[in-house]
């Protein structure tokens, strides 16, 4: 009885978003006949600019993102759990203050820097705050998985006379390929998600990455609101996410549970 | 050796002071700055003005009270209702993992994707919910045109999308009870109410915690779903500090009464969140000796 519900409670509005999005406009504003269409998402894919390009644009960002995010979390994770206990864990508080912190009262400096250094409508630079309000769970996340691996692993190699690179290549990245593959979903969640920053940085309706390209929809038509469409918009902006979670839940779930137990 | 562990670390602090510390200290400089239309968007010095003008600001107190009030009531929702959920989910059920799966799926979603999504829901008359009580012979509920209403339907929607994240913490928690404790308990005769209060809840403080914190500096920043669902209004009653924050800088453009404000903000952030941990910290060692 209570899983039913809890499944109603999670499924409810999104089922409810994709019957309306099959419906006529006239039948969910009561005034026609029933039936089905796929009038909404055509309109949709051959908007201008389509549908698919934000969708594009989320999926370019997230990428980049989870590359800048690992590429500079990886290092400093590592040098994190080598450094000793004292200011490792400093460090490490001040990372998951970071980590809790609403990034939406950034958004006028991040502006400003954008402005300075020409980063604004450039669907690449989003990946630098973002990556950069990233850092502190990949940072937390990564950390606790060198702690896991056993010293003495390390200690053989360097016996065996491996510099530090290939260390990190062929001995501790290997062991560590769980936890990245958590913290890369976690990034790419977040910057498919993020809002307040892509809609200050970005202004060209070709470059909108999904979140503000969503809310310009909803605020395109106050009076004739076109919920059909609407509700289409959120099917197809949820279907990606979707199927992220259900074929990636296992990592995503540990990534999220470990992030806050280090935090 | 040790130089280039710091040097490993270089880029990712380097990238960090950028994005969290540097803001605050351009911002600490431009609230005492004017930059507005006014002055051609060129900042001038003010001194202490714009701190003044923040003090008397009416719809700055009142966002705060909006604010506060939105954070309160999500943030205790999603708490009672992440224990609930979590408990349930920890029992072991057929198909658990599949409901922790889809119970989770309403989190990932962009909050703007949702926030469409609700206002077409709440939507009057033909939202899913006043036709029900139309249905049933009630009168609709005007949930997004009537302040008194309004902040609820915010509120609704942000539990509605939060709450699983907290589940999932809480879940978490749980499992690293020892069943051993629960079967003592069990043996001892104890009712399901007092295993709840004298093993899980005390052993799952910390990650109550954390959930609450973390939770309640997320609420207190609450902008894409208002700005999506309601846009502040009607009549400015679920505006949010962030978003009177965001339509200074955007709308108004003016960006030192913005930074102002933003600063403002996060004193409020910390003063709660600091409380918060505070009374927790002396609250559970009250209890502690009560016990």
């Known amino acids: 009885m209570a899983r039913l519900l809890l499944l109603l409670w999670s499924l409810g509005p999104m089922l409810w978003q994709l019957y309306s999005s099959l419906r006529p406009s006239a039948a969910l504003s009561g005034t026609g006949a029933g039936g089905w269409t796929l009038e909404h998402y055509r309109q949709l894919l051959q908007g201008d600019p389509p549908f698919l390009t934000y969708l594009l644009n989320s999926a370019v960002v997230g990428i980049c993102s989870t590359a800048l995010t690992l590429a500079l979390a990886v290092p400093c994770a590592y040098a994190l759990t080598r450094i000793g206990r004292r200011q490792a864990r400093s460090l490490t508080l001040l990372v998951a203050t970071a980590a809790g912190f609403p990034a939406v009262l950034l958004f006028l400096a991040l502006l400003e820097l954008a402005r300075d250094w020409h980063l604004a409508n450039q669907l690449l630079a989003l990946s630098l705050p973002y990556a950069g309000l990233c850092l502190p769970l990949a940072i937390l996340l990564l950390q606790a998985a060198f702690a896991d691996i056993p010293i003495e692993l390390e200690e053989a190699a360097l016996i065996e006379g491996m510099g530090l690179w290939q260390r990190l290549r062929w001995v501790l990245l290997p062991l560590m390929a769980p936890a990245m593959a958590s913290s890369a979903l976690l990034v790419f969640l977040f910057s498919w998600n993020e809002y307040p920053i892509a809609l200050t940085w970005l202004s060209r309706t070709d470059l909108l990455t999904l979140a503000p390209a969503m809310a310009r929809i909803a605020g395109s038509s106050v009076f004739t609101i076109p919920y059909g469409a609407f509700a289409a918009a959120t099917v197809l902006g949820s279907a990606p996410l979707i199927l992220l979670m259900l074929l990636f839940q296992k990592q995503i779930i540990s990534g999220l549970t470990q992030g806050a137990m280090k935090g | ?291």
């Open chain 2, 1 to 291: 050796m040790r130089w280039r562990l710091w040097l490993l670390m270089a880029p990712a602090l380097a990238l960090l002071l950028a994005i969290f510390a540097a803001p605050f200290l351009h911002y600490l400089w431009l609230s005492t700055q004017a930059q507005s239309v006014l002055t051609g968007l060129n900042p001038e010095p003010i001194g202490a003005q714009q701190w003044l003008r923040l003090w008397n600001d009416s719809r700055f107190w009142q966002d705060t009270w909006q604010t506060l009030r939105f954070s309160a009531t999500s943030v205790s929702l999603e708490m009672l209702l992440g224990l609930a959920v979590a408990l349930l989910l920890d029992q072991p059920l057929r198909g658990r993992g599949v409901l922790r799966t889809i119970s989770l799926l309403p989190w990932a979603l962009p909050t703007t994707v949702m926030a469409l999504g609700w206002r077409w829901i709440f939507n009057d008359p033909y939202g899913p919910i006043n036709r029900l009580l139309a249905g049933l012979g009630l009168p609709a509920i005007p949930s997004l045109s009537n302040p008194a209403i309004t902040w609820m339907a915010t509120v609704g929607a942000d539990t509605w999308k939060t709450t699983p994240f907290v589940a999932l913490l809480l879940l978490a928690g749980l499992q690293t009870i020892p069943a051993d404790l629960y079967e003592a308990a069990a043996l001892e005769g104890a009712t399901p109410w007092q295993t709840l209060r004298r093993i899980t809840l005390p052993l799952l403080t910390p990650y109550l915690l954390i959930a609450l914190l973390f939770r309640l500096a997320q609420a207190l920043g609450v902008f894409d779903l208002i700005q999506v669902l309601t846009g502040g209004g009607p009549a400015g009653s679920t505006e949010s500090l962030a978003l009177y924050a965001y339509l200074n800088a955007m709308r108004f453009l003016d960006f030192g009464y913005s930074a102002t404000l933003l600063l403002g903000s996060f004193a409020i952030l910390l003063l709660l969140c600091g409380t918060a941990a505070l009374v927790w910290r002396w609250g559970s060692r009250l209890l502690g000796e009560l016990r």
